[in-house]
Nanobody, 122 residues
Framework: QVQLEESGGGLVQPGGSLRLSCAAS????????MGWYRQAPGKQRELVAV???????NYADSVKGRFTVSRGNAKNTIYLQMNSLKPEDTAVYYC????????????????WGQGTQVTVSS
């Protein structure tokens, strides 16, 4: 009913930049928030950045000042601009849509993308 499509991952050298994109599609009435999480090998999935429908943002301390989450002009699209990347940013990055009201089914659900690999290495 709802799909999240991510793009923009890849290999980058330390100090470099990448931009991730996420577009939500399907029978969406509304989305409370969209954000990015990441999971490195052997570690738990963690919040990176989130933006609410009202435009409020929240960031993990480890990415503040380096990463920026924003909404695109297209509806239900977000971006994650990642600058000054470090090797410890290496992870699979997942897009999340939180508290999605599904138009055809009713109810409120969370959805996840399939993940995109970000590797920071020289």
């Amino acid at each position: 009913q709802v799909q999240l499509e991510e793009s923009g991952g890849g290999l980058v050298q330390p100090g470099g930049s990448l931009r991730l994109s996420c577009a939500a599609s399907g029978s969406i009435f509304s989305i409370n928030s969209m954000g990015w999480y990441r999971q490195a090998p052997g570690k738990q999935r963690e919040l990176v950045a989130v933006i609410t429908s009202g435009g409020s943002t929240n960031y993990a301390d480890s990415v503040k000042g380096r990463f920026t989450v924003s909404r695109g002009n297209a509806k239900n699209t977000i971006y994650l601009q990642m600058n000054s990347l470090k090797p410890e940013d290496t992870a699979v990055y997942y897009c999340n849509a939180g508290k999605v009201v599904v138009a055809t089914a009713g109810g409120v659900y969370d959805y996840w993308g399939q993940g995109t690999q970000v590797t920071v290495s020289s």
